[in-house]
């Protein structure tokens, strides 16, 4: 398979900033498998007269920052990854991996619910349909 977006499109169209060039297309794919495990093979192209690639561009490259995040800012002390910070009155909260999986997992169905939740393209059964890629 082949990513939905290369790295022109996220920094140009989507004006993505996170990801590195060289770690976009690790990212850039993953999302892009996401992407299409909730579709179930449905023809974006073409769906009900309508195409929607731009959406589903747009739902990949900001999946792609999600699971960027996720990677990228565990902390990885005896404590666990950060889950939050605050910098007046400094603040600084831990969990375990399995909290910043399912923090994961809540961010990228909001964001599919975002780009694609009135497009018809998403199941009625998304709770079942995407899990843990």
Do not use: H, W
Not at 52 to 60: E, F, H, L, Q
Not at 67 to 90: F, V
Not at 94 to 114: A, C, I, P, R
């Amino acid at each position: 398979m082949t990513s939905y977006v290369d790295y022109t499109y996220y920094t140009g169209t989507y004006k993505g900033t996170k990801i590195p060039s060289t770690s976009f297309d690790k990212f850039g794919l993953r999302a892009s498998y996401v992407i299409k495990n909730v579709l179930m093979g449905k023809d974006y192209t073409d769906y009900n007269d309508t195409d929607y690639t731009t959406d589903v561009k747009m739902a990949t490259c900001s999946i792609a920052d999600i699971l960027y995040d996720e990677e990228t800012y565990a902390d990885n002390t005896s404590n666990g990854s950060i889950t939050s910070e605050k910098i007046g009155d400094y603040s600084k909260s831990f969990g375990n991996q399995e909290t910043v999986s399912k923090e994961t997992d809540k961010k990228v169905k909001k964001e599919l619910f975002m780009y694609l939740g009135m497009t018809g393209l998403l199941n009625r059964s998304i709770n079942c349909v995407y899990t843990r890629y």
